[in-house]
């Protein structure tokens, strides 16, 4: 798992759960320490920092913090649907110029896939999956390689901790 | 020695671009080097810098407490003084009158002190200030420094550079924007007018233009941007047995673009959400004109063939869905705001309305008070009608100017159905005067035109292409009061003195026949100071007798001379005018012995 794979696991993860998984703590050699204390703060952006980051982005480019935290179950399809094409295409292009994704496997999903020269951990086998690695498969899913991550380089002020400021109308 | 590169600038109301030709890489190909577009660094977000193709023309000018301590430091510069560009555009609209915008359209508002701290207009209390003079000033300094930055090996104050103006700017906007770039650093500036610079780009992109043109012909250039509309007519003639060009006509300045079209169809969807009992606020507002624009370029997009957009706002604070504003753009909308509202088919003969006079005007700027792009086009053409002289400009029965071709350039233009209309009321008026209809040129690349066309101007000015002959784009005067017996209550009637006639030439200089003014020595001598877009037959020396609706006052002008050249206390002198290699109108007194003194322009004086 490269650094991109961490900072897309601990992103998602600390989306669902407000806590890097337990992966990302070992393979980084962290500790929990209680709350309070996050990790030093490095010179380098970490994959914390990282995930942070792009949450940052895209709350501020396209609120999509503020879309998944709401609570939509009183709203009518319409209206959710109106708010999501906006959220949807911002954040469509903040994912665009940040990162650069591409597909595993760039065949036709539904045919005839061979596996030689794909590296395993790359692809996920289901169904009747025999004991040594079959020659191929139906591609189901073509699945997303991040092939770039190209972040704004931080400012040594920069408290990635605030995802969205506050704000405060002065009238 | 030339320099290695060509840089032109497109100084634009609402974007900034830089274009610029390698010298060095032409080598021994006959064919010029392929002019290209510099990405202008910039802070897109607070700590983020990108380049992009256009830098737009927003200034804030921020508190303490608007940004993050150093998140608004540039690659080159430390200095948390002012933000230019994409951020200060974005911020800007969060922040109330911090933002400085269409600093250009001030730049040429005579109503106004230039040189004085004036902008943000609606500032609010404790916010610096800045002069039109001074925020052109700033934009030219960005973009050297943008340039430094990203061609570090070949600086930018020893680089041939040229800056475009609207070709409706008068002498005095014109010397205040080569005010502005020398105190930005630039050394070795030239002038060029906007829609010629679109012709130069397409003179670029087309190599063989001259199988496409051919004597006689006459090319009508429409150049509408965000926050201004320029006309320009360029005719073809012979010269030593060769194709020339030359620059026959400019139009008036008027204060219309893009951006007015954007806010109209946002004032529409405004009015049916009020409708529906929804207010917004002003940041709603904000957030509905950047949506309209987005929704309105898809919905003019041929190949998107949808008939509505819908215009989404938020909810403001975290309740988003909760919030949310529902309104649709319908493309039969669009079609009627801008084709009905802004290109109206109308005949040649229409002349745009005028703003109903109120005494008491709230200050401002003085936008076009008739928003009708075709009557505007109408009125330039038939203003061609007059001169008998300009054989070179083909008119018809009525005596309409008849343009074989059209140029479009500016982001408006983009649209088909806005090309196709005003093309059709073109070729409806050219029926009626039994000509042919106009061809169009097809530009590309219609947000850098201007830019490229400049980089290419500066290598024509090395021999290196073709050149449009133009000369000064109107004709100047003087007033002169005649010395008539006073009558209470009534100014004495002006006359005016021309003293520099359509088409003088660059790099050319002349004595104005006529009277000899007695200046006082030490004390300023101050002239009023006039010009026509129209009058293209006076020539100079030609005294006025009525000064009419088709000359206007622009800023005076003023000399002081010194005391201590010794002669007596009243010096006899006589004008003469210069025009420079670099396209800048200069009028000098000359005394007898020959001794010489600038007259300059007194931005300071409001005139009534």
Known sequence: MGRLGLAIKSFWAILRTGALPDEVVQRLGLARRGPAKAAPAAAQA???EGALQMLGILQRDARL???????????????VGAAVRSVHQQCREALNRYVQLAPVIDGVEGTFTKLAGIELTAVKLVGNVPPQPPPGGVLRHRGWRGVKVDLPPLGAKTNLSVVAPAEIEIE | MDSRFVIGIDLGTTNCALAYADTAAMGADPALPPV?????????????????????????????????????????????????????LRRGAELAGKLVSSAKSWLCHAGVDRTAPILPWTAAPGVRRLSPVEASRLY????????????????????????????????????????????????????????????????????????????????????????????????????????????????????????????????????????????????????LWHNCRAAKEKLLDPESGVDEEPVTILGRGSGLVGGVIKAKLKRADVGRVLL?????????????????????????????????????????????????????????????????????????????????????????????????????????????????????????????????????????????????????????????????????????????PGPEFGLTVGEPAEFRFFSSASRKNDELGALIEEVGDDIEELSPIEVTLPASEGGGPLTPVTLETVVTETGVLQLWCVARDGRRWKLEFNVRERIG
């Open chain 1, 46 to 48: 970490g994959p914390a």
């Open chain 2, 36 to 88: 290209s577009v510099l990405g202008i660094a910039q802070l897109v977000h607070p700590g983020e810098v990108r380049a992009e193709p256009l830098l737009p023309s927003a200034l804030l000018l921020p508190g303490p407490a608007d940004f993050p301590a150093g998140s608004v430091a540039l690659p080159w510069d430390g200095a948390d003084g002012q933000v230019i560009g994409r951020l200060a």
């Open chain 1, 65 to 79: 913090i503020d879309f998944l935290m709401e609570d939509i179950a009183a709203y009518s399809d319409d209206q």
């Open chain 2, 340 to 512: 009905d509202g802004f290109f109206p088919e109308v005949s040649s003969q229409e002349e745009p309305r005028r703003a109903r006079r109120v005494a008491l005007q709230e200050m401002g700027l003085p936008y076009a008070a008739d928003p009708a792009v075709t009557r505007h086009l109408a009125r330039f053409l038939r203003q061609q009608a007059s001169q008998a002289e300009h054989g070179a400009v083909r008119r018809g029965a009525s005596g309409l100017a008849t343009p074989t071709h059209v140029l479009f350039n500016g982001g408006v233009l983009h649209a088909p159905l806005v090309r196709e209309r005003l093309l059709a009321v073109l070729n409806s008026w050219l029926a009626a005067e039994g000509a042919a209809p106009a061809r169009l040129l097809e530009g590309e690349d219609l947000m850098q035109a201007v830019a490229r066309g400049a980089a290419y101007y500066g290598l024509a000015r090395r021999g290196k292409g073709v050149r449009i002959r133009g000369g000064v784009p109107r004709t100047y005067y003087v007033g002169i009061e005649s010395a008539l017996p006073a009558v209470p209550g009534l100014p004495n009637p002006l006359k005016a003195l021309t003293v520099a006639p359509f088409g003088m030439e660059e790099g050319t200089q002349a004595r104005v």
């Open chain 2, 140 to 287: 030219l300094e960005y973009l050297r420094q943008a340039w430094d930055h990203a061609m570090p090996e070949a600086p930018f104050a020893s680089q041939q550079v040229l800056v475009t103006v609207p070709a409706s700017f008068d002498a005095v906007a014109r010397d205040l924007t080569q005010r502005a770039a020398e105190q930005a650093g630039y050394r070795q500036v030239t002038l060029l007018e906007e829609p010629q610079a679109a012709f130069y780009a397409w003179i670029e992109r087309h190599p063989g233009w001259r199988e496409r043109v051919t004597v006689g012909d006459l090319i009508l250039v429409v150049d509408i941007g965000g926050g201004t509309t320029d006309f320009t007519l360029i005719a073809v003639t012979e010269r030593a047995g060769e194709l020339a060009l030359e620059r026959v006509a400019v139009g008036d300045h008027i204060l219309l673009g893009g951006d007015n079209m954007d806010l109209a169809l946002a004032r529409l969807v405004e009015a049916e959400l009020a409708q529906a009992g929804r207010k917004l606020d002003a940041m709603q507002l904000q957030a």
